[in-house]
């Protein structure tokens, strides 16, 4: 029999390794559907993208199918074998006649290479799904952002992470930064810790995946707060304040 191995600990020096047979691993990609999959009638269950890029933004693909049987259908749950494929279905349970849809929503940043990613759709407890749905993609590598937005903080980069201010009169600065996080975002500051002197905004206030955005600091003399340096902590980021922060300095 030829077996595939699979690693199940490589925490000590002597782990040990499983094998698990071709049969079986084939049984994961290709599980024995339940009853219900007979009452799931799809348009089709197989969509081939249009080749992307990764700079592209997230594409959603829709799998359109009828409740063919004579009972109604839950949408239990749909699991997808990647993060970048995230599944929804239109509506929990489909009675007989209907019809309703699966929308797959694919983000290329990150992935790129020629896949084929499946969607489980599971209609009752345990194992078996009623439906598999299959999309393949093939995704470009995209270009190299390190030179026009050298600052990565999390989601996002900026041109400059450092602004300076002359100390004696009010003055307005603006940082532009590019949305990479894979979904909207509404860049906020600690206001905690953001001096009276200071006031912090976006335009736009909801910045979209794969969109750039400007970041407004204000700077007022005659409020309080005022530092040689200060930082700008931006929250949403995932990143401590030591990765996430704006410097403010004052001439």
């Not at 089709?44 to 080749?51: M, T």
């Not at 407890?125 to 600052?151: H, K």
């Not at 307005?172 to 996080?181: D, T, W």
Request: hydrophobic share 40%.
């Amino acid at each position: 029999m030829v077996c595939a191995a699979v690693m199940v600990s490589a925490m000590t020096a002597d782990a040990q390794l499983r094998m698990v047979s071709r049969e079986k691993l084939q049984e994961v990609a290709n599980p024995a559907l339940s009853a219900d999959s007979a009452s799931l009638s799809f348009e089709q269950k197989h969509i081939i993208a249009e080749p992307m890029n990764e700079d592209d933004v997230p594409k959603t693909f829709v799998y359109r199918f009828t409740n063919i049987g004579k009972e109604t259908v839950a949408i239990k749950r749909l699991v997808s074998t990647c993060s970048c494929a995230s599944a929804v279905c239109s509506v929990k349970e489909v009675a007989p006649g209907a019809s309703a849809e699966i929308s797959v929503k694919y983000n290329p940043k990150g992935h790129p290479g020629k896949f084929e990613r499946k969607i489980f759709v599971y209609t009752q407890e345990g194992n078996a799904p009623a439906a598999v749905l299959n999309l393949s993609v093939e995704v470009a590598t995209g270009a190299d952002l390190s030179q026009e937005w050298p600052v990565q903080m999390g989601g996002i980069r900026l041109r400059r992470s450092e602004i300076t201010f002359d100390g004696e009169a009010k003055a307005v600065e603006q940082l532009r930064f590019i949305n990479l996080s894979g979904k909207l975002l509404a860049l906020q500051c600690e206001e905690y810790f953001l001096p009276d002197c200071l006031s912090f905004r976006t335009e736009p206030a909801v910045v979209e995946e794969g969109t750039e955005g400007v970041i407004i600091l204000s700077f007022d003399p005659s409020l309080p707060g005022a530092r040689e340096s200060m930082n700008v902590i931006l929250k949403g980021l995932g990143l401590p304040p030591t990765k996430s922060s704006i410097t403010v300095r004052i001439k």
